[in-house]
């Protein structure tokens, strides 16, 4: 089933590259498209609890869904992802 996400914090390819790599980690997750523009996450599933999973991490990275609190620490966490994605790409 597709999925799509908004997120916060997504400013440039290298957050979308970081989102990229870690959303790959999390089994049964394919068909990953971000669009910067518009901070959208879009990614195929096999049930709602990957969609909760992909949050989680999401969360966990700096980029909190746009019904999330976006604390101070979510965009220093963010920041710190967006840097690891500029330079792994």
Known sequence: ???SITVQNLKCGGCANTIK???SEIENISSI???IDSSNISFSTKNNEDVLRV????KAIG???????NSLVSKAKS???????????
């Open 55 to 58: 949050k989680d991490k999401l």
């Open 21 to 23: 790599n870690k959303i």
């Open 79 to 89: 920041f710190v992802s967006c840097a690891t994605g500029k330079i792994s790409s």
């Open 63 to 69: 980029y909190p869904s746009i019904d999330e609190d």
């Open 33 to 35: 498209e971000i669009d």
């Open 1 to 3: 089933m597709q999925n």
